[in-house]
């Protein structure tokens, strides 16, 4: 037995009794390591997806909310004075809060020990948000383990990972002896019969489907085959579509004469129950319908008992079954399902030589020999922490600990929404209903539905219904004849014109896009593509530069997830010219601006080109945008140094001067949304201290001194006036700080605390 001389490792991800993968996973590594080393104290620390948490085994110590970063700073303490001296990370983009599970970076960047992180997923095309996550990840992690060689080539080629910081272990197994499937068939009412399964979650992505709709074929030459459909249907799919799924395919094995054959075990197996299931089989098959899957437990604990394996070629697939160890047939092709199925059953020899090779090379995939590779890369994480230490309480300092936005309290937001929308006005605190609502207001309520569910710290049932009414105002307010979105709405559900600004359409297809881009909700991305590309036309006849904005970051929003659609790409490069030529038109040496005269919402003229010019590697597109950011910032600040926006009492024409109040909190936050996205592109810090500095307007640091968000409420003011604040707090206004929060918290969640604010 290896002596690893590390005395207390903390495993951090899901753990059982939750129904996952990766719960599994963690505790059977858990244990695995403390049965090998059993000098070494091992204890958990999962995240929950639920209040009421889980009925926890002694293992865990410690619990994380998943929607709570501060639960994720508390948990990096409670680590750090429990003299932790590993931490093992698993990691998968969708089990922690926050922006494709940023939540967790705030938790590793204040741990002292060293990290070594499991990646349950490497993308070969992630997001901007999940590069970001992936990229302060592996920095941050002392050593990255992969369970594919595809994986380690991903890290090195599209990460730029170090080769000397990966280590390469396969998904751990249990030890099941190779025994004759007869033996266990009589215990599950088989025997007689040939054994086909299938284990694991139940979701439509496992192409269950295919594999009975091949059955028919099949029978005709094995007509004593039973299909075993192994798992619970996963938990997210049963939350928003209960049993429908697996109804569905208990349907289809109707329709095709087949319900006899195909027998499903809707339960979550315990590990015992799972190699028994195993030990009956002739036959695994892993039908998924997606090449982009790195892992797979369940094709793992297959092919480690020595089964015949059949599985469409998804990453794992191809490696693991490589060299006559299992056959490959194509994504979603019953007939080549059924053809392999008949061929290795045919072929007794073939099929034992199959569950021998993989049998023998799943030897090293049993979980004693995987917990003493893990203990090795441990040790490795440690000696490296030794060469390169961390500095002791560094991070702690203000100028190193994450910026510390206020909390955010909705209930203004809910206190404006009702059964149509959200109201536009208010008198002081209280709605206002006698100006009704507005596709401006109701646009941008539906865009921080989106961000705060892609944060994922507000409960869903607490955003979904809000969602849906907002969504519901937007596809009512656009007219299909004239091809445009109404803005104004009486309190009686009755519009008050046939069309409405160009502006309020912008907004409208900003909300849109944003939806299209950032959403995981299948009927809002439903709605919102059909509006979208009924909405988009008319935008190029428009007159207003502030229109083609909107239109812009919609566009950005859109191609953030269908970026081959050549038809919105020409919308981008027409309006992006279009705003050039603007910019072009009236830009001066002392007058580095689109128009005569700065009006309202300036800050999205320079964030549209600043995305356009990024997105599209067009540099002096790109360089429009900065400049004009530049000097907006410039006239911008005071001669305090505050952040102070353009009045809208008089706004600021050329050769004029500059009007200092009405202050608008909509000016506050499109420069902190310009600002962020100039950050983006650029990596320079000085963009990070501008948005802080106008987001710190709505707190205090303005001309006043006066702060508009109202703490108690949760609402924000309406302008800043010469001598006081607008004591009303509209929904223009809260949004507008409520978005800028959001935005700022998005923008934190991948940022390096090493990227300083020189405010």
């Given amino acids: 037995m290896l002596s690893a001389g590390i005395n207390r490792i903390s495993f951090l991800g899901d753990y059982v009794p939750r129904q996952c993968g990766i719960a599994t996973f963690t505790a059977d590594l858990l244990e695995s390591i403390a049965a090998e080393f059993p000098e070494t104290r091992c204890f958990a620390v999962p995240v929950n997806d639920r209040a009421e948490g889980y009925s926890y085994s002694e293992r865990v110590r410690f619990e994380i909310a998943e929607r709570e970063i501060d639960s994720y700073r508390r948990a990096a303490d409670f680590l750090n004075i429990n003299n932790v001296e590993i931490v093992s990370v698993q990691h998968e983009f969708g089990i922690y809060g926050g922006a494709s599970g940023s939540h967790l970076l705030a938790l590793l960047r204040e741990l002292n020990m060293p990290i070594v992180t499991t990646l349950h997923t490497v993308l070969k095309k992630p997001d901007d948000t999940q590069r970001k996550v992936m990229d302060q990840l592996a920095q941050i992690s002392d050593r990255l383990v992969v369970m594919s060689k595809k994986g380690v080539g991903f890290l090195r080629e599209i990460y730029n990972v170090p080769a000397e910081k990966i ?155 490589a060299d006559g160890r299992g056959v490959l047939v194509p994504f979603g092709d019953s007939k080549a399902i059924a053809s392999a199925v008949t061929e290795v059953l045919s072929d007794e020899n073939r099929r034992h030589a199959m569950r021998k090779n993989a049998y023998m090379m799943g030897r090293d995939m049993v979980w004693p020999v995987v917990a003493r590779r893990y203990m090795e890369s441990f040790e490795k994480a440690r000696a490296g922490r030794r060469l390169t230490p961390r500095k002791a309480f560094a991070r702690q300092t203000l100028e190193n600990r994450p910026y510390q936005l206020p909390p955010l309290k909705l209930d203004h937001l809910f206190k404006f929404s009702d059964s149509t929308g959200i109201l536009q006005h208010a008198t002081f605190n209280v709605p206002n209903c006698h100006d009704g609502y507005c596709t401006d207001d109701t646009a941008r309520a539906f865009i921080l539905t989106v961000l705060l569910d892609e944060l994922g710290e507000t409960p869903q049932p607490q955003l979904d219904p809000l969602a849906t009414r907002y969504l519901a105002f937007l596809n009512y307010a656009f007219s299909p004849e004239k091809k445009r979105f109404r803005n104004f709405m009486s309190y009686d559900r009755r519009w008050l014109e046939d069309e409405g600004s160009e502006d309020s359409h912008g907004r409208a297809l900003w909300a849109l896009g944003t939806a299209l881009g950032r959403s995981q909700n299948p009927g809002f991305c439903g709605v919102c593509g059909t509006l979208f590309e009924k909405a988009l036309p008319a935008v190029i006849d428009f007159t207003s530069p502030r229109a083609w904005a909107f239109a812009l970051i919609a566009i950005h929003e859109y191609l953030r997830r269908f970026s081959g659609d050549r038809a919105v790409n020409n919308a981008r490069e027409t309006l992006t010219a279009k705003l050039v030529a603007l910019f072009e038109k ?75 109040f009405d202050q608008q909190p909509i000016e506050a936050h499109s420069m902190v949304s310009a600002c962020l996205e100039a950050h983006r592109a650029t990596g320079d810090a000085v963009w990070l201290s501008e948005a802080r500095r106008a987001f710190e307007w709505f707190l205090g640091r303005n001309d006043l001194g006066l702060p508009l968000y109202d703490s108690v409420t949760g609402g924000c003011r309406d302008a800043l006036h010469p001598d006081r604040v607008n004591q009303n707090e509209g929904a223009e206004s809260t949004l507008a700080f409520y978005l800028s929060h959001a935005e700022m918290q998005l923008a934190q969640s991948v940022l390096d605390p090493a990227a300083k604010s020189v405010a």
């Fill in 167 to 321: 280590d390469l272990i396969p998904h751990g197994i249990p030890d099941i002896p190779f025994v004759d499937p007869h033996f266990y068939k009589d215990q599950f009412g088989v025997e007689g019969k040939t054994v086909l399964l299938t284990f694991g979650l139940l979701a439509p992505n496992k192409g269950i489907e295919r594999v009975i709709e091949a059955l028919p074929t099949i029978l005709q030459k094995f007509p004593n085959v039973v299909y075993i459909v192994l798992g619970a249907t996963h938990p997210n799919l049963r939350k928003h579509q209960g049993e429908s799924y697996r109804l569905s395919l208990e349907r289809l094995a109707e329709a095709h004469g087949v319900k006899k054959h195909v027998i499903f075990y809707n339960r979550f197996v315990t590990i015992e129950e799972l190699k028994e299931f195993i030990g009956a089989t002739d036959l695994y098959l892993t039908p998924y319908l997606n090449e982009a899957q790195i892992t797979s437990g369940t094709l793992a604990y297959a092919f480690g008992a020595g089964k015949a394996v059949i599985s469409t070629p998804y990453w794992h697939a191809q490696e693991l079954l």
């Fill in 586 to 660: 009236n830009n001066a040496p002392d007058w580095n601006w689109f128009e005569h005269i700065a009006t309202y919402d300036n800050g999205k003229l320079s964030h549209a080109l600043i995305l356009s010019g990024y997105w599209t590697s067009q540099s002096d597109v790109l360089e429009i945008g900065l400049k004009t950011l530049r000097w907006l910032c410039k006239v911008q600040t005071s001669d305090s140094g505050v952040f102070s926006p353009i009045g809208s009492n008089g706004f600021y024409v050329k050769g004029g001067e500059r009007a200092r």
